[in-house]
């Protein structure tokens, strides 16, 4: 995914991806596509509607919409809803075009199109304004990240836009809102309990091998070279503290999706367990560095590897944290990387 800005799933798409191809093209907004978009608008609704709150007041929505384009990065969400979603933007966070392997099956088997990237911040992730209005939704849902083109996105079906800044940590209100709009607050009630169980089940396993020691997530920025981002809140952060219940170590930021920092930073990190992400899954050149070396955790062999495509696209979003935590618990007790 890109790298990062201000929070870890949008920034790092900032500017490590270059992949474009024909197929997800950037959205297209002026002259021709204009008008590829007004004449592909979908013919009024003739079933029941409902009114709603979004991030930008009250809308009306269609109450049982069948050709939902999801471009928020609620793929997940929908998928546990069973809503009828038509065309999606939960692309992987680094190239911004191909799907990521836990949904591949769910969108080969249901014909899913994909129309750009949800974050909105890759090289490829502007959404194809006319491949969704040739598809032809009844309804679509957008997110902060485009409110460049809300009105554009108005102009092809009734548009709702799912409360969250821009950091995805909130993926909980995000769901529990969806279920609201649809009438299946029940539903989401109870995947988040299942969600919760299994979370406490795998946080009594870990604490099993590892009792209160500590833990710091790190992950190496490969947009800028040299610097680092520590999580607390923010994805596998939010997944090791919060639903884990592991200890985070001294250095470990409090009350924020996590800090960018340099590897000085590192002595001020005592932990006897840290998970470190990078593009390749390796330590690379920071294993080179003196004050890593240095590191309780990676004396003692208690470093576990992982890809940040992955946990950026898995960790920030229902089924994908379900999956992800998991492989995270299993690293832990297995003394393994992330696989």
Sequence with gaps: MKKKITIPII??????LTACSSSANPSQTSGQAAASIADTKPEAQHGDTVTVEDMKGTVEIPAHPQRIADVSGLA????????PFIASANTSMFDGITVPDYLQEYFTQ????????YSGASASGDLNLEKIAELKPDLII??????????????????VMITDDISYVNWRGRFQQLGQWFGKEEVVTQWLSDYDAKAAELSAKVKEVVGNETFAVLEANSVHFGSYYVYRTGGPGELIYDEL??????GVPEDVWGEVVDAEYFSKIDADHIFFFSDDGEVGDTGKSPV???LKAVKNGNVYYGKNEAQYNMAYTANGKLLYIEKLANAIINQSNVE
């Design 11 to 16: 920034i790092m798409m900032a500017a490590a």
């Design 76 to 83: 997940d969400e929908l998928i546990i809803l069973d809503m």
């Design 110 to 117: 249901n014909n899913i199109e994909t129309v750009g990237n």
């Design 142 to 159: 957008m997110n902060i990240r485009h409110d460049k083109v809300y009105e554009q996105l108005k102009a092809i079906a009734p548009t």
């Design 245 to 250: 219940k592991l200890a985070p170590s001294s």
């Design 292 to 294: 890593w070396q240095n």
